[in-house]
């Protein structure tokens, strides 16, 4: 849904309050000439995604360890995390519109990994409307294998946006830890501002288990951490991946917009993605600029995935999220969200239209071959 001006200030003035921060003054208009570059940096850094308007929300507290909260599907609230690091998972069920704002969560080592939510830094499930998560910090200082942030909440959009997940790790024989992963479907993705360090993988966007309406993946470096281990145990690699095992089905309209990989050294980008440029399937990433950059002609992705890391580092630098978070504002205007989800759609029907049309003409001479045997 679009706010107009109004009701995002309204939205934002009513998310201060609970958070207990302000909105600066804006400066006067003689000191224009010095605003206006100042601004222009400024627009910049704000975050694409407002938090969702709250009606009467309800403010809950969370303690400093595991939690598991069930919210009322018609209320909206927020959730604000301890002023220290809460050590354990954090588990949010239910809720119409929810805002997380701020704090910093490590998993201890005697996690729950059999349990997929309790071995979650932040897991959601079966949201009914908009979960906005912003200046979070999560981290494996408490040495637990874990996942960042898992959904399993078809029905919901989650916003993800100044977060950063420094250190999770995991094994193919052990926890398959993950920076995001909406393993349980989510009817909208957005992600802008997120820095992933992983010692497994990054962004898991496939459809295993819940649809994916779409997602729209923007400012986020991913960097493979640890030394690569091999057999059974290896630590996977993929920092984006994008389908089912090795097909090219369930796909959904994915935007790229400022994304960065930086793969373990010795292994080229196009191996750091799944579909792999050298995985055989007909979605199979495709490199270019000797391994700068790839793309999925494939699949209905628009944007590409660079090497390396952003022009000016992380784009959530260590100290920015986490405890005493401070947020930078949000744009104002549509996002385009719509604009974009259409405009591959459109894109990807053509594809699918000229390979139909094809295999339709191939058809007959297929069959006619396999006649004259």
């Known amino acids: 849904m679009k706010l107009d001006l109004y009701s995002r200030s309204l939205a934002s003035a009513a998310i201060a309050l609970a958070f207990g921060f302000t909105a600066g ?3 006067a208009q003689a000191q224009s000439d010095q605003i206006q570059v100042q601004g222009d940096q400024a627009q910049l850094d704000k975050l694409r995604w407002a938090p969702p308007t709250l009606v009467n929300p309800i403010v809950l507290e969370l303690g400093d360890g595991p939690t598991d909260t069930r919210l009322d599907d018609g209320q909206d609230y927020v959730i604000k995390l301890p002023k220290t690091k809460k050590v354990g998972a954090t588990i949010i069920e239910g809720g119409r519109n929810v805002v ?20 979650s830094a932040i897991f959601i499930r079966n949201n009914l409307g908009t979960v906005h998560i912003e ?11 874990s996942d960042g942030i898992d959904i399993e909440s078809p029905r919901s959009t989650v916003q993800i946006e100044n977060v950063r ?61 640890r030394k690569q281990v091999w057999g059974p145990g290896n630590n996977g690699g993929q920092m984006v991946w994008l389908t089912k095992d090795g097909g090219c089905g369930q796909v959904y309209p994915i935007r790229f917009g400022d994304v960065y990989v930086q793969p373990r050294a010795g292994t080229p980008l196009s191996r750091a993605v799944w579909p792999m440029a050298t995985g055989g399937v007909a979605c199979a990433a495709r490199s270019a600029g000797n391994e700068s950059e790839v793309s999925f002609p494939g699949l ?32 104002s205007g549509s996002s385009g969200s719509e604009e974009w989800i259409a405009r591959v759609q459109t894109v990807w029907a053509a594809k699918t239209a000229v390979r139909t049309q094809v295999a339709t003409v191939d058809e007959p001479s297929r069959v006619q071959a396999g006649g004259s045997q």
């Not at 997380?100 to 309790?118: E, F, R, T």
């Open 300 to 331: 209905p992705v628009e944007g590409q995935i660079q090497r390396g890391l952003p022009e000016h580092g992380d784009f959530v630098p260590a100290g920015v999220a986490g405890v005493g978070y401070v947020t930078p504002g949000y744009r």
């Open 165 to 225: 997940v420094d250190g999770v790790y995991g094994f193919h024989n052990e926890f398959h830890a993950h920076v995001i992963k909406p393993f349980g479907g989510v009817a909208a993705l957005r992600v802008d501002k997120l820095t992933g360090y992983s010692g497994y993988q990054g962004l898991t966007l496939d459809t295993e288990l819940g649809r994916i309406g779409s997602a729209d993946i923007n400012r986020v470096n991913l960097v493979a951490i």
């Open 100 to 119: 997380i704002i701020g704090g910093y969560i490590p998993l201890p080592a005697g996690a729950d990994q059999a349990d997929v939510a309790h071995s």
């Open 25 to 27: 003054a804006l400066p």
């Open 135 to 145: 200046g979070v910090l999560i981290d494996a200082s408490a040495r637990g294998m």
